[in-house]
């Protein structure tokens, strides 16, 4: 059942107006991928919803709290967190207690099982909600960790996602909302375009595919190599882009490199590593390519490629199925290198596919994650579901 049908509030200011909500993010802070976009998006973009008063929690310090802080939102930092070390699980809790006591949010919002698992049971009085960025299962060490405190709703990035909620939280009142995503648009994109190119030695007739995601297996880096490997002589060249944040992801970006290596495209792949400027290499790019060997739980990546007119090619599987059409990309089989080529080779040798694909993506992305609509119905939702907990 949809909570956004409702029309109760929260609660009322003196002049008969609806008070903004007081949120609580929590996470741990201390890597940085699709969570950690998405709560700088709701901080960056918190003025478009005067509803909801965004704050945020972490237990690291980096990059995340770093960009938090300079966004200007209420950031608490908790310390360092191991749950193999009780100790920084009772501080951390003890911490949150005490700022819950103090600040009187209306909603507390964990996002991922781990954050569930540390803080969940210390959230009270406030409604509870547990955020799902991912597919769950129910049965790894972890979430029976979470599964000890039941949220009052969850919110999940997909429909995907959403059929597996069941699985860690059966019963619980769950709510599909897209990520919301943004990417800066304007004449400075042009701009972006012929600087990037010209640094990456790229000339105004290449076609340019670009990869952005952390090394992970599942990220679909080597059956994107051995598609690369497939094509026919041609006028193009793939960046990918992003860097390793753990040992099994250093290990995974070693044997990506080796297998470029491997293949004979040392020329034709640039490994551009960590960067900060992904909205500039997309304005400087020409296809997205992902090809997912593991579901995705949604696409943030997807719909920032559609953002900056990008067609999208990935593998018809999770997520990516409730983002990319046939106005705006190219499904491939899954594990199919062979079928991969063939659509890449179909982008590169025609422009008018690749425009008439591109010009579809900003609008297919602004109807599925206007950061003003997401944001106005995560407000709704926490509203709604106060009140209806409020009133059992």
Request: charged share 25%; with cysteine.
């Amino acid at each position: 059942m949809s909570l956004l049908s409702s029309q109760a509030v929260v609660g009322d200011t003196k002049d008969g107006g609806a008070k903004p909500v007081r949120v609580l993010h929590l996470s741990p802070g201390k890597l940085y991928g699709g969570v950690e976009t998405v709560l700088i998006t709701l901080a960056r973009f918190r003025r478009l919803c005067p509803a909801m008063d965004p704050h945020f929690g972490l237990c690291y310090s980096g990059r995340l709290s770093r960009e938090l802080a300079e966004v200007g939102v209420p950031v608490h930092l908790f310390g360092d967190v191991q749950l193999g070390r009780p100790w920084t699980v009772w501080r951390a809790r003890r911490q949150l207690a005490e700022l819950i006591e103090r600040e009187h949010y209306d909603a507390i919002v964990c996002h991922m099982p781990w954050t569930m698992a540390v803080f969940g049971s210390r959230v009270r009085p406030a409604l509870l909600v547990f955020w799902a960025h991912g597919w769950h299962y129910g049965n790894n060490w972890l979430e029976r960790m979470a599964q000890r405190v039941r949220p009052d709703v969850a919110v999940c990035n997909s429909q995907f996602v959403g059929a597996t909620i069941g699985n860690l939280y059966p019963g619980v009142e769950t709510e599909v909302l897209y990520n919301p995503v943004a990417l800066a648009e304007g004449p400075e994109a042009m701009r972006w375009r012929s600087e990037a190119r010209r640094e990456q030695a790229a000339a105004d007739d290449t076609a340019v595919i670009i990869q952005v995601s952390r090394p992970e297996a599942w990220k679909g880096h080597l059956l994107h190599l051995e598609a690369l490997a497939k094509l026919k002589d041609g006028n193009w060249t793939c960046w990918m882009v992003g860097g390793p944040q753990n040992a099994a992801e250093q290990e995974q970006d070693r044997e990506i490199r080796r297998s470029a290596e491997r293949l004979g495209l040392k020329d034709k792949v640039r490994f551009l590593g960590q960067r900060s400027d992904v909205p500039r290499l997309l304005a400087a790019a020409d296809i997205f390519c992902q090809p997912n060997q593991g579901p995705e739980p949604f696409g943030m990546v997807f719909v920032e490629a559609l953002w900056a007119g990008l067609p999208v090619v990935t593998t018809a599987m999770g997520g990516a199925l409730e983002i990319v059409d046939e106005s705006c990309g190219l499904l491939a089989e899954p594990d199919n290198a062979g079928d991969l080529a063939n659509l890449l080779e179909r982008l590169i040798g025609s422009a008018d596919l690749r425009a008439r694909l591109g010009e579809a993506g900003p609008a297919r992305a602004r109807r599925l994650c206007d950061p003003a609509a997401q944001l106005g119905k995560l407000a709704e939702l926490i509203q709604q579901s106060a009140a209806k907990r409020a009133n059992l």
